[in-house]
């Protein structure tokens, strides 16, 4: 495709996903962002319009633009871009509002060129936009923006994502109370050390989190679904957190956990219903307690980011 | 099968196979021991000749008893066994002696079953057995021994194991170096805590290693096989461990670690010319600073306990 103009939609994701810390990610469909991308002459990206948000119109200072010159830079491009971007997923909710502006930036780039950039080497440079907003490199969550469904990231040297067999018969509902949780402040409240059985147990949920996407084994897809390390530590920053998980449970859902570093929470079910009803009681619980809260139902994303129009 | 004798083949295993301690293992074809059964009326097993070890005679005090007589009360069977084992592995090698043992009792008595066990039922039998040899139950040995090929332990509560895809194109060498290594001795070095990132990087590795076999990714296969929770630790129980990983990768060879608690190491590679050298130069290394070693040379036995006669 080389047109002048081009629209994208940029799926919502949920990363860490319980048993894949720093690993795993999946993308969403009923969430996500917009942007318009116009070809221009002038080299490098100018943010035109941000709408649904408060963010930078600075290249430099925004995920999408510092992506894009990423990238647009890195294959010397004899052209540059105008963005604008459309903002549906919020700033802080943890279900990667970051990472949709900084995928969707390098993958409507990518549009552009004569010989297209593979999912991974997208990836690479989406982090860099990534990186302005949490300060660090990290593929959880642009990796499932840009690949769809589930991705897992094996690791950084050497740099690798396996995306992994669909998981098309799951529902999803997303709960974001309106709290502020910082990266930083989450990460700071996880222990440096955990005990050695935790970690094992971990990494054998983990495998068998992948294995039972591979034998589509939902027993073991549901078992799989738990988390030593981390959930314990971080459910504290997220008011109600265990009252949810009970009414996830108490409906017959999967799972249930943080979405990336929260304050969201994800939740997966068999059954719509299953999910409707989660959400429904669960905003219930939060607007009782005097606390805002916006619910999403929604399936599996299997294409990541694409051309709308 | 319902003849009144038969003759089993029961293979060696190597367990945790680095990034997958007490969840992975794979079983050999180049070593195992050899069992020979006879249904007989008196009830229970009868142990009638050891050969190769010297090994408890009596039912109760013997890994294969004991795991005979649990399946045996079990499934209410109104008939007993006479037992011959004909021990190849060495006591005590690291490559689940015990575990052919009490892998190779099920098996064998399943023969003379009209409705047979399925393979978890028969691990799940084996494990009494290995409890005498270890002091507790776990599958990672006597799973790979009774499946063949490589599995997972994705979990005791349920108990579940998942049969991996095939790794048939490796090449496998083993290495016994005679020293003995306590299995609590081996449980008693590692940390009771260990750092975070080392628990996400091990649950990272083990998924890698699961996901590269579905995928069959040698590149992943081979960045996945490393530990960084147990080898570190427990390498310092085995002399000349560094000097012979160094041998390992001199020769291409694609992994190298300890199997189960020790003391004997695998090595994995591509080529059976690879194995060949690892073996030679390692071997050489331990005669020259006075130690026996025992090696061998094998391929990944798929088939795990089988009917030889």
Redesign the interface.
Known sequence: MNSKSIKIFCPATVANVN?????LGFALEGIGDEMVFRKTKTKGVTITKITGEKLPMEAHENVAGVAGNAMLEAVSADFGVEIEIHKKIRSGSGIGSSSASAAGAVFGINQFLENPLNNLELTRYAMKGEALASGNEHADNVAPCIYGGTT????YD?F?I?A?PPMDTVYVGILHPHITIKTKEARAI???????A???A??????????SL??W?K??FQ??LKDA?VTPHRKQLIPHFDEVKHISEKNSCIAHGISGSGPSMFCLAFAEADIENYLTESVALYISNGLKVDSYSSRINGEGCRVIG
């Open positions: 048993c894949g810390f720093d690993a897992l990231v094996t690791g050497p690798k396996i992994l996880l222990p440096k050390q955990v005990p050695l935790d970690a094992i971990q990494s054998q949920s983990l495998a068998s989190f992948v294995a591979y034998e084994d027993e073991l078992e799989s390390l």
